[in-house]
């Protein structure tokens, strides 16, 4: 499995913008698919999760401003990030991995593929 992100950029606070992650090789369709982020000095932080299941979940600090998506025939994940604040500045990185319950795990040590990353940077 490949992951490739892009769409971070610099903005200033109040805007937008969306983060895409095309996946190749052995996806499932199982496989819980998400959004992390990081900080120098700080472990990866769940952002929203996504399985065709199970549905969506999202941090409490997103809630309400981002929104995961996945087109299945592009097999692209998306972030739609709005309403910015400085403190969603961060590494941001898709991942995908098996679902392990009966939801799609926040935590990044449940998934096994990750991007690159890619760097979103907000001024105020």
């Known amino acids: 499995v490949q992951l490739v992100e892009s769409g971070g950029d610099s903005v200033q606070a109040g805007g937008s913008l969306r983060l895409s992650c095309a996946a190749s090789?052995?996806?499932?369709?199982?496989?819980?698919m998400g959004w992390f982020r990081q900080t120098p000095g700080k472990g990866r932080e769940g952002v929203a999760t996504?399985?065709?299941?199970?549905?969506?979940s999202y941090s409490d600090s997103v809630k309400g401003r981002f929104t995961i998506s996945k087109d299945n025939f592009r097999n692209t994940l998306y972030l739609q990030m709005n309403d910015l604040k400085p403190e969603d500045t961060a590494m941001y990185y898709c991942?995908?991995?098996?679902?392990?319950?009966?939801?799609?795990?926040?935590?990044?040590?449940?998934?096994?593929?990750w991007g690159q990353g890619t760097q979103v940077t907000v001024s105020s």
């Open positions: 090789g052995a996806m499932s369709s199982s496989f819980c």
């Open positions: 996504i399985q065709q299941d199970v549905g969506t």
């Open positions: 991942a995908a991995g098996i679902r392990y319950g009966r939801g799609c795990s926040m935590f990044s040590y449940n998934y096994n593929y």
